[in-house]
């Protein structure tokens, strides 16, 4: 079955580090990719996506590019903010409409 | 992006009682919605499949008595807690879901969720 695995965390930065969290998944076909951020208390916030081999999702400053031969969606930041700690979760939709979900890895920036 | 509401943001109840969460598609139809379940620092555990006008499909070990799910219209999903306690104390968050035609991918947008406490 289709699974997603991510670092565990929490990852600790200081404001304006780079960023990467790792994200590796297994599935069947070609899945679309996402990664969905959630802040304290609040629902998950699409962050961004890639559909297919070689595509690069961004915003917000982050980026992630689908990398079929080694089956991974690597979430990178090249300064981050305060304003950036949450728990980022990378998913999967392998196009049953269900996605599969990391478990999550939270981030946290001091100043 | 699609925006989806929720209703109540949280809730605290009696033991015994129902609870009815509501989730909105604001700007977009959605033929189909989904319900999670968040425990405090896991990922989200997927409930059930709701579609306009038919019966939703629940997961494995979800009790479908107990949580009713109703996707009276296209932009509109309710689930209701019946008979809640404790145990059901929990983080429930929805989803709509966006149509490749729309999102270039099949792509869920998600509620900002529900807490929900049983006393």
């Known amino acids: 079955g289709d699974s997603v695995t991510q670092m565990e965390g929490p990852v600790t930065l200081s404001e304006e580090a780079f960023l990467t969290i790792n994200c590796t998944y297994t599935?069947?076909?070609?899945?679309?990719l996402f990664w969905y951020v959630q802040y304290p208390g609040e629902g998950l916030q699409l962050l961004l996506k890639?559909?297919?081999?070689?595509d690069k999702g961004s915003n917000k400053g982050f980026e992630a590019t689908y990398r079929k031969e080694t089956t991974s969606f690597h979430l990178e930041k090249g300064s981050v903010q305060v304003s950036d700690s949450a728990v980022y979760f990378c998913?999967?939709?392998?196009?049953?409409?269900?996605?599969?979900f990391g478990k999550g890895t939270m981030l946290l920036v001091s100043p | 992006g699609a925006v989806v509401s929720q209703h109540p943001s949280w809730v605290i109840c009696k033991s015994g009682t129902s609870v009815k969460i509501e989730c909105r598609s604001l700007?977009?139809?959605?033929?189909?919605m989904f319900w999670y379940r968040q425990f405090p620092k896991q990922s989200l555990m997927l409930m059930a499949t709701?579609?306009?006008?038919?019966?939703?499909?629940?997961e494995q070990g979800v009790e479908k008595d107990k949580f009713l799910i109703n996707h009276a219209s296209l932009t509109l999903s309710t689930l209701t807690v019946t008979s809640a306690h404790p145990e059901d104390s929990s983080f429930y968050i929805c989803?709509?879901?966006?149509?490749?035609?729309?999102?270039?991918?099949?792509?869920?947008?998600f509620g900002p969720g529900t807490r929900l406490t049983v006393l």
């Open positions: 998913a999967l939709n392998s196009g049953y409409s269900t996605l599969t």
């Open positions: 989803s709509a879901r966006v149509p490749p035609g729309l999102a270039g991918t099949d792509t869920q947008y």
């Open positions: 890639a559909t297919k081999a070689d």
């Open positions: 700007d977009f139809q959605a033929t189909t």
């Open positions: 599935a069947t076909g070609y899945p679309s």
């Open positions: 709701s579609n306009e006008g038919s019966k939703a499909t629940y």
